[in-house]
C-alpha cells in the first residue's frame, strides 16, 4: 500500500502517467459517476465492471470517498452492493485519525496551489467549523488516505461533480486534478464517464466549465 495520497492500486503515478491501469482508472470513474447518478441499475452495472478491472482496494477507496459529495446513503448503498457482488468482506478500520490535520493541510495544499489560502479564508466566512471539517475531515481523513493516488482521487471526484451540475466546485477540482498531475486527457476521460449518466444541461455546464480552466491555465502561459 503507497504512502498517503501517493500512487496506490490505482496504476497512476503523482505526475498522472498511466502505468498499466488505464481500464482500472476508466472502471473507477465510471463508477463514480454512477454513484452520483442515484441509479441502482448504473451503479451496480459499474461495480460489475471493477470486479473485473479495478484492484479491490482501489474500488473500496472510490465508494469510501464517495460519502462526501453524496452523502453516507449513496456510499452505503454502494457498499452493499458491492458486498453482494464481490463477496468480499469489510476489512479493519483505519486507525489514523491523529495524522488527519496535519495530512489535511498537505493534501489541500496540494490540491488548491496558489489557491490554497483564499479558499481557506473563503469558507472560514462561510463557517469556521465548514473550514475545519474540510481540511480535517474531507483532505486529512478521507483524500490523503493511502489505496488511491491523489490524482486519481480527483479524478473521480470531477465525475461526481459533473453529473451533480454543480459547476463552482467541479471548476476547483478540474484545477486541482490539474495540479496534482492528472493529464489534460485524463480530465477529459472523467468527463466523459460523467457525460454518460449525465443530463445534457450537465455536460454542456461541464464542458463550458473545463472550457474556462484550460483558458485560464493558457492564459497564464500566454
Not at 60 to 73: I, N, V
Not at 210 to 216: C, D, E, L, Q
Request: proline content about 4%; aromatic content about 6%; some cysteine.
Amino acid at each position: 500500500m503507497s504512502a498517503p495520497g501517493g500512487a496506490g492500486t490505482s496504476g497512476y503515478e503523482e505526475d498522472g502517467t498511466e502505468v498499466e491501469a488505464e481500464a482500472e482508472v476508466g472502471a473507477l470513474l465510471a463508477l463514480s459517476a454512477a454513484l452520483a447518478s442515484r441509479d441502482e441499475a448504473n451503479v451496480r452495472e459499474a461495480l460489475g465492471m471493477a470486479l473485473g478491472a479495478a484492484d479491490p482496494i482501489a474500488v473500496e477507496e472510490t465508494l469510501l470517498q464517495s460519502h462526501l459529495f453524496l452523502g453516507y446513503p449513496a456510499a452505503l448503498n454502494g457498499f452493499a452492493l458491492w458486498r453482494e457482488l464481490s463477496g468480499r468482506m469489510a476489512g479493519p478500520p483505519t486507525p489514523d485519525r491523529e495524522a488527519w490535520g496535519v495530512r489535511g493541510v498537505e493534501v489541500c495544499r496540494r490540491v488548491y496551489g496558489g489557491q490554497y489560502e483564499g479558499l481557506r479564508a473563503n469558507i472560514r466566512r462561510l463557517h469556521p467549523d465548514m473550514e475545519r471539517w474540510m481540511v480535517e475531515e474531507g483532505y486529512g481523513k478521507v483524500l490523503g488516505r493511502p489505496g488511491l493516488a491523489l490524482a486519481v482521487r480527483e479524478l473521480c471526484i470531477v465525475a461526481i461533480l459533473a453529473v451533480q451540475d454543480v459547476p463552482r466546485q467541479l471548476y476547483s477540482h478540474l484545477r486541482g486534478a490539474r495540479c496534482v498531475g492528472a493529464s489534460e486527457q485524463a480530465v477529459e476521460r472523467a468527463l466523459e464517464a460523467a457525460a454518460r449518466v449525465s443530463t445534457a444541461a450537465a455536460r454542456a455546464r461541464a464542458g463550458e466549465t473545463w472550457n474556462a480552466v484550460r483558458g485560464r491555465a493558457e492564459g497564464k502561459q500566454g
